[in-house]
């Protein structure tokens, strides 16, 4: 008899468990469908800022760009010798060189704005590059975008919550 009730006592400990974990689980995903897609934002770009932090120092992108924050003053990022486009993403151009390229506007000698590339990154002929290495490579330029869209859509909102305030015009 004494042994039956130590079985119950087991097994209702298992299911007492059970339910706290059931619940628990449940508790997690009630507070993250609960977070503002405000906060939901800022949780994905610092996931994202970290992955891309985690690839310019492991495709020393840092030698090139000492101040992380740097690389974010550029207008635009790009891969020569691998496709970013839909009908060719990822793929290697036979006989091309892979390279990132940041693209900065500076004034020439007459003011006029002008687009400059600067490499951040060369990884030697596209045939030679590992697949991992290769996979980083389009990584980072696509986090790199994919921040750049953050920064754009922080502005936005900035100039969106300025509406809020009245506007005045001085004669």
């Known amino acids: 008899m004494v042994d039956s009730i130590d079985r119950i006592r087991v097994l209702t400990q298992k299911l007492d468990d059970k339910i706290a974990l059931k619940n628990s689980i449940s508790n997690e995903e009630m507070n993250h469908s609960i977070m503002s897609p405000k906060e939901s934002m800022k949780h994905i770009r610092k996931y994202n800022i970290s992955k891309v932090n985690d690839l310019y120092m492991k495709l020393n992108i840092c030698k090139k760009s000492p101040d992380f924050g740097d690389i974010f003053l550029y207008k635009a990022?790009?891969?020569?010798?691998?496709g970013l486009k839909e009908e060719d993403f990822g793929e290697v151009r036979?006989?091309?060189?892979?390279?990132?390229?940041?693209?900065?506007y500076e004034p020439d000698k007459n003011g006029k704005k002008k687009?400059?590339?600067v490499s951040l990154g060369y990884f030697g002929k596209a045939q030679l590059l590992e697949p991992e290495l290769k996979n980083d490579i389009i990584?980072?330029?696509?986090?790199?975008?994919y921040e750049k869209a953050f920064q754009t859509l922080e502005y936005y909102e900035i100039l969106i919550t300025r509406l809020d305030e009245p506007i005045t015009i001085e004669i």
């Open 77 to 82: 990022m790009n891969l020569s010798g691998i």
């Open 94 to 104: 036979d006989g091309k060189y892979i390279q990132i390229i940041a693209i900065t």
């Open 115 to 117: 687009a400059k590339n």
């Open 139 to 145: 990584e980072f330029v696509l986090r790199w975008r």
